[in-house]
């Protein structure tokens, strides 16, 4: 399993795939949903390589998802061309 420390930032984004230096997530598709369990999720690509990272919860805003990964929230921004991830401050 691939171990990210630090993923926060912009990415390229073309079609399914977010890249940014060495770092590649594909956005995969669920053919069946749950409420826990929404169609979109992160894959972390390595090599060949394929580990999950988080499902991609919609937001009431088009384009804006949350992920958690090792127990962190994290907002997510997409649009056709880019992503920004960031970690969420909680108080």
């Not at 399914?16 to 690509?45: A, D, H, S, V």
């Amino acid at each position: 399993m691939v171990k990210l420390t630090h993923f926060e930032g912009k990415y390229n984004r073309q079609g399914l795939k977010l890249e940014r230096g060495n770092i590649q997530f594909i956005i995969g598709l669920r053919k069946k949903t749950t409420e826990k369990k929404p169609q979109n999720y992160l894959l972390i690509l390595e090599g060949k390589q394929r580990s999950y990272f988080s499902s991609l919860y919609p937001t009431s805003i088009e384009g804006n998802y949350f992920a958690e990964y090792q127990g962190i929230r994290y907002d997510i921004v997409m649009n056709d061309s880019e992503a920004i991830i960031k970690k969420v401050a909680l108080w």
